[in-house]
């Protein structure tokens, strides 16, 4: 399950709570980092590189030994 929590921008201002899911990975890239986006009207995850002044979720995975 992913909440569409949004993400903070550069600027501190708020954006797409209640409509986009928006998560860091754990890989960088060039001067920011790998993210994963979900819109709650489309059925797919984008991959986009996101500066890492951005405000995005993190989602902790637990290990199934």
Known sequence: NGMPGGKRGYNGVFNYIGRECKWWSSTSANQGAWGRS???NEGIIS??????????SVRCLKDQD
């Not at 991959?47 to 995005?56: C, N, Y």
């Open 38 to 40: 979900m819109s709650h």
């Open 47 to 56: 991959t986009t590189i996101a500066g890492k002044d951005d405000g995005r």
